[in-house]
């Protein structure tokens, strides 16, 4: 069996696995080949799921969730983020996750906000597609990486898997007051497991390589994910929502009260 439709058959087994007896069934949905892969899985097994974006007004996601969404012909919803709530919010998810790392509170912020909508809309389970950019090259250190050696990318692989555990770790500690599980299916031990075993070079092809992912691509194309997704560059969360953007905003606005 081919090495794509191998993997297609594990990610099926996860995705299955974490919506097994949930009752209603969400996506945190950017339109990404991530997630897009993730809510196509679940419409090929049948499993009737709603699509949740949440961003700033015209943010990418909020834009290129939309198209996609209407592509997949699947249930869409999107919650259009506010300034000043935003930064209200954002003294919270501080406070309860206690963190310097900005980058974790840009996606703690960002999940609370998708589980509050989740709430909103009765639901109790929202799958993320987290944990394909730590196991697939996702992440641009990997192509500045390359040269180093697959030994070094391997080791960069596992330095990333425990970050992520850890910030679904604070995501858990931000959202567990709404009675929505974040559930992360492609960081299951059987996909790390699987993933480690897949040849780089089925991952990313060199450092000069902007799109990587390049086996999951496969995938996705396997699966007739929409083209747009397939072929677009990885663009986190916080960037999409233009969440990274008021966070920094912020921060320096903190900065200049206590230093002015």
Known sequence: MLLPTRLSQVLFDVVNAA?????????AFSGGIDSSLLATICKKNGISVTLLTIGFPQSHDVCFSKRIASKLNLDHRIKILEENDFYEKLREVIKKVNCENISHIENCIAFFYVAKFA?????RTVL?????????????IYRTTFDKGRTRLMQLMEEKILNEFRLIHEIDKTVND??????????????????RDIPIEEKILGSDDYLRKRILRKVARL???PKESTLK????MQYGTKIHKKVRKYLNNMITEQHP
Do not use: H, M, T, W
């Open 233 to 236: 560059q990885k663009k986190a």
């Open 119 to 123: 709430q909103e809309r009765g639901f």
């Open 128 to 140: 993320s597609a987290n944990g394909c950019d730590e196991l697939f090259c996702g992440y641009d």
């Open 223 to 225: 699966l007739s994910v």
């Open 178 to 195: 709404f009675g929505v599980k974040i559930s992360q299916p492609f960081l299951s031990n059987k996909i790390i497991a699987f993933s």
């Open 19 to 27: 919506i097994k007896d949930k009752g209603p069934i969400a996506v």
